[in-house]
């Protein structure tokens, strides 16, 4: 057998397995249909003895814009779609066992986590207080592109880990959420062309890398080319660059996202929608560089699910990248938008307009 021939089998092989094991996978719920296409766990939310508050990252964030929609009678906690957790064969699907077994290593987990003292616990308490949380999240990822396709819209109050690949983590994302979710869309939902929208400040090098030279995922990517990853390589597989420089305001902002959806709309044309929707674009978060409003935080996402809604295109939004106390607020403010304007509906289910 040539050397080709065996790379071809070896492919058939790895793709006939990864399908075993997205439709054996029980990450796709059966939600009943009273409850909102909102997805969050307490799970969510990582707390041990203090040492989350050692990232920028606020780890109670996904939890207080719940609160947030809950005590405005936006959402009924009732009505939220609690998630279950990815196993092990869920995150083969797209992960390699060598970089599983990496995260057995604390020393590993405060790599990609950029919080050193991790490295110091018991790598059981690591999974347990740090990478099950993120697990949860994923599975959250994952229905989320269920329900989209089910109810036209989703959202994941967490996820967005648009950093990890394959088989590489870090930037604070541990498991590649957006690539999974995919991958289960394109198995599961018979989908066969993705669009991630990707508005975190930060460059989703992470997708980028996983969907490298695949026709079937456009991405379009709204980045500071001036900040973290710097991931040349990944700049490559990204059909639609938007580069927006540190310092960049509100009315610079929207008027380029604009021109780049009316660009996305021309080039392509998909049946799933992925928004990664980083509130780390905010005026004064301290690693995003750009000076948008909240309100411009509002009015993009907006622009994003009409977007999709006038071209009748599911949708999903994860929340990703937002290193202030205020995204939170931003972020149920921005949801509260969605539902006044009509794009997403959470009146009939327990909420109100």
């Known amino acids: ?43 969510y939310d990582i707390s041990f003895l203090g040492i989350e508050k050692l990232h920028p990252f606020d780890s109670s964030n996904w939890g207080r814009i719940c609160r947030f929609l809950i005590s405005e009678r936006y959402l009924d906690k009732n009505s939220i779609v609690e998630p279950s957790e990815a196993s092990t064969d869920d995150l083969l699907v797209v992960h390699t066992e060598a970089y599983l077994n990496s995260l057995k290593n604390s020393m590993n987990v405060a790599t990609i986590t950029e919080v050193p003292p991790v490295a110091m616990l018991p790598n059981c308490l690591v999974q347990m207080r740090v990478l099950s949380p993120f697990r949860r999240q994923v599975g959250g990822t994952i229905v989320a592109g269920k329900l989209a396709k089910e109810r036209g819209w989703a959202i994941n109050v967490g996820g967005g880990f648009h950093h990890c690949c394959s088989g590489k983590g870090g930037g604070f994302c541990a498991y590649a959420d957006i690539s999974l979710c995919i991958h289960f869309a394109f198995v599961r939902l018979n989908i066969s062309r993705v669009m991630i929208i990707d508005l975190d400040a930060h460059q989703g090098n992470g997708h980028e890398r996983d969907f490298a030279d695949d026709g079937r995922v456009y991405i379009m990517d709204m980045y500071n080319p001036q900040i973290y990853p710097f991931d040349m390589t990944a700049r490559g597989y990204i059909n639609q660059k938007v580069e927006v420089v540190s310092g960049t305001a509100t009315d610079e902002y929207l008027k380029k996202l604009d021109k780049a ?55 999903l939004m994860v929340t990703s990248g937002g290193y202030m106390k205020s995204s939170a607020r931003v972020i149920a403010d921005s949801i509260i938008n969605l539902s006044k304007k009509g794009l997403i509906d959470m009146a009939s289910q327990g909420g109100r307009k």
Not at 18 to 41: C, H, M
Not at 273 to 280: E, M, P, Q, R, S
Not at 291 to 302: A, T
């Open 1 to 43: 057998m040539s050397s080709s021939s065996s790379s071809s089998a070896s492919n058939t092989d790895a793709e006939t397995l990864r399908r075993k094991r997205i439709n054996s996978s029980k990450l796709y719920l059966d939600v009943n249909p009273s409850k909102v296409p909102v997805i969050y766990s307490s799970y």
């Open 261 to 315: 959806l009316e660009e996305a709309g021309r080039n392509f044309a998909p049946e799933l929608i992925v928004y990664n929707a980083g509130t780390d674009i905010l005026d004064g978060d301290p690693l995003g560089g750009l000076k948008i409003s909240p309100d411009g935080v509002v009015q993009r996402d907006e622009r994003v699910f009409r977007f999709a809604r006038e071209r009748n295109i599911p949708i």
